[in-house]
């Protein structure tokens, strides 16, 4: 049996990654997220109650679960320190939550200069979210970062912001921004070491331990491949690899221990932010599928694009995150539609692609292969099993499966809990083991 489960998102994000995990960790010893950081917006709903989750993991609503935020992740003491106060006011007061002394740790000048940053694009803006991931992870890799393990030595972290501050102040003071002081931050840093310093600790030897022990462990990722900074459509990425690839490192553990790769894969296509997007919609079916699917940026409230399921991409990202199955969400949305459409390849200059192109100016040229198929308008937020589906649904996800070669594990039909088909056998046996 599957016993350590990566759960990944394989499109541009939001693909409903927090509804698997949280889905999963009930029956886990232990969450891990291992990049990205506040970012994420992962949403899951139980009980009729809705959580928005930033950078706190998805297995937080089950006291039996160790969370863990792992070195490869770049977090905000602020952000979290608020989210926690968010779970506390709604009733959430018994976890378990450890932060990896040698994450990154973003500071009150990355959000700023993520701003400083995008408005200088003028119109080639990314479209982040502005809370400072991009800065975080340069000045990570540029080595004049601060990581969460400083604020456990003050006259250390006292240094490290000193010689950080010399640097970005005189990079704010090029851009006309106002300074950081270094007793104001210095403050701010010590107060919030105070309520989350028991928490840090080597997050590394905490998982290895859960895996030597035989634990049942999900990782769970954030964005999507398609964001990787890597593989995705870049420039219009995130900062960090979201694919399976990236647990070892972001995770600090061997990549022997993965043995379960689960694509979290709407079945159509959401983007939000700037970028190509080959097989984005326009019409009124663009606009009723975001009503249904309720389509709005958890972090942002942006109205996300909305496009046919990519089989291009689905390819392309099963392959390089070796995608066991697919967990195919939000099929309830797809209801009512005369037709719907899956882009089996990309016509571009006389040539059909079988996989994306390295630059957007090629992308941004390609015209999906569409394959069209009869919809169905049964409600599928009730079906419990997949031999309830409509024959046209059926075929849907059939024809997924022939034309990515991976096979669907899971369906989901609603934002619910109580609303996922288990299909595959062995993450049925994950879930009552
Ligand atoms: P994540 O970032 O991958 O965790 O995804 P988000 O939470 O940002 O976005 C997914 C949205 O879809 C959330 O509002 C979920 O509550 C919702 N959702 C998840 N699965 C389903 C589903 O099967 N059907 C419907 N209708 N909504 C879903
Ligand atoms: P979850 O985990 C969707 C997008 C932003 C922007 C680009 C870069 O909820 O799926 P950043 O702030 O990371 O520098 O922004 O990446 N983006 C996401 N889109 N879901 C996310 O996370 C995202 N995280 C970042 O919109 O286009
Ligand atoms: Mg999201």
């Not at 509804?19 to 969450?31: G, P």
């Not at 891990?32 to 917006?41: E, K, L």
């Amino acid at each position: 049996m599957s016993k350590r489960l990566v759960i990944i998102g394989s499109q541009w994000g939001d693909e409903g990654k927090g509804k698997i995990t949280d889905y999963f960790a009930c029956k886990s010893d232990m969450v891990v997220r291992y990049q990205g950081g506040n970012n994420a917006g992962h949403t899951v709903a139980f009980g009729g109650n809705k959580y928005s989750l930033r950078s706190i993991p998805s297995g937080i609503f089950n006291p039996e679960t160790v969370n863990v935020m792992a070195n490869g992740m770049v977090i905000n003491p602020e952000s979290v320190v608020n989210e926690l106060s968010i779970l506390r006011d709604k009733g959430v007061t018994d976890y378990q939550l450890y932060i990896s002394d040698r994450a990154a740790m973003v500071m009150p000048w990355h959000s700023v200069l993520d701003g400083a940053y995008e408005a200088g694009k003028g119109n080639a803006r990314i479209g982040t979210t502005k809370n400072g991931i991009g800065p975080c992870y340069s000045d990570k890799y540029s080595r004049i970062g601060l990581r969460m393990g400083d604020l456990l030595e003050p006259e250390y972290f006292a240094e490290r912001l000193r010689a950080a501050l010399e640097i970005k102040n005189r990079e704010l003071r090029s851009l006309d921004l106002p300074e950081f002081d270094f007793e104001t931050v210095y403050a701010r840093y010590m107060e919030l070491a105070e309520e989350l310093g028991g928490m840090i600790c080597d997050t590394s030897s905490l998982i290895n331990k859960a895996l030597k022990g035989d634990g049942k462990i999900l990782f769970e990722g954030a964005q999507g491949m398609m964001l990787c900074i890597d593989h995705g459509t870049y420039p219009y990425v995130t900062s960090s690899t979201p694919s399976s690839a990236s647990v070892p490192v972001g995770a600090g553990i061997s990549p022997k221990w993965i043995d379960h790769v689960v694509g979290v894969a709407k079945s159509y296509c959401t983007r939000v932010g700037e970028g190509p997007f080959p097989t984005e919609l326009f019409d009124d079916r663009a606009h009723d599928i975001r009503e249904r699917g309720h389509e709005y940026g958890t972090v942002t409230g942006r109205p996300r694009r909305i496009g046919w399921f990519d089989a291009v991409v689905a390819r392309y990202t099963g392959e390089l995150a070796g995608i066991d199955h697919w967990a195919l969400m939000l099929f309830d949305v797809l209801s009512g539609l005369d037709t719907v459409a899956i882009c089996v390849g990309y016509e571009c200059e006389g040539e059909v692609l079988q996989s994306p192109p390295s630059t957007i100016s090629r992308l941004a040229r390609c015209k999906p292969v569409l394959i069209e198929m009869e919809g169905w308008s049964e409600d599928l937020s009730e079906m419990k099993s997949y031999d309830e589906l409509p024959a046209a649904a059926k075929a849907y996800v059939r024809k997924i499966e022939e034309v990515t070669g991976i096979p669907v594990g899971v369906i989901s039909v609603g934002p619910d809990r109580s609303q996922t088909i288990v299909i595959d056998e062995s993450l049925r046996e994950f879930l009552n083991s």
